[in-house]
């Protein structure tokens, strides 16, 4: 089955300097990425997704880069704001033209400083 | 345009007690997914529903049944709990795009269920 792993359980950046968020997957044949952001005692928030026939994708201060070559995939955040203070998931589907389960990541905690 | 609800928001029960969970999906969804989150950990995929029936099941024992209405609401039923199943359970809707898959999942804000 799928895994996802986790590079940082932590990242603590400057407010307003850039933040790099990266995620490892396994299967070759996941064709869906999207990374979500969960705040304290909340449910998970859609930011952005990437399918397998792209890898770049852009959305308002977030970009998400996808290497299938090496199976990562990466957020970025610009002018990191202390709303972005929260947890981070990557998570994966695997094609198969049937139910849509996502594998997550464990997340990492994005901490801002002022 | 109503997102994802879930309720109760928190509840506490005994081990061994049985426990439903309600979720409303999203406008314009079809299909519901069950989510468990242990504290520090990402979710874990429970089982998916659409048209009323499981689509997908993760790894979780049959202790953990689902059930889908005609609009589309789902609920999560736990038999005799275990201390063990203390955690968020979190619900996320999608819609069913032409090929079946699933676009993409919006998640509520999760039923945090405590087991003494």
């Known amino acids: 089955g799928e895994s996802v792993g986790l590079h940082l359980p932590t990242l603590s950046v400057q407010e307003g300097d850039n933040s790099i968020i990266n995620c490892a997957y396994s299967n070759s044949a996941s064709d869906y990425f999207i990374w979500y952001k969960q705040e304290s005692g909340k449910g998970p928030q859609f930011i952005i997704d990437i399918r397998s026939n792209m890898d770049k994708r852009q959305g308002q201060r977030v970009t998400v880069l996808l290497n299938k070559t090496v199976k990562h995939l990466s957020l970025q955040i610009a002018a990191t704001q202390p709303g972005d203070s929260a947890v981070y998931f990557c998570a994966v589907l695997d094609s198969g033209g049937g139910a849509d389960g996502l594998t997550f990541g464990k997340g990492t905690h994005l901490i801002i400083q002022p | 345009d109503a997102g994802v609800t879930q309720s109760p928001t928190h509840l506490i029960k005994t081990r061994g007690q049985q426990v439903t969970l309600r979720c409303s999906p999203k406008s314009g969804h079809d299909t519901v997914s069950w989510y468990q989150q242990a504290l520090g950990q990402g979710p874990q995929f429970i089982f998916q529903y659409y048209e009323e029936e499981e689509r997908q099941r993760g790894n979780f024992p049959d202790r953990f049944s689902g059930h889908q209405f005609p609009n589309y609401s789902s609920e999560l039923n736990v038999n005799a709990l275990l201390l063990g199943d203390s955690a968020l359970y979190l619900c996320?809707?999608?819609?069913?795009?032409?090929?079946?898959?699933?676009?993409?999942?919006?998640f509520g804000p999760g039923t945090r269920l405590t087991v003494l």
């Open positions: 996320a809707s999608s819609q069913v795009k032409t090929g079946g898959a699933t676009d993409t999942q919006y």
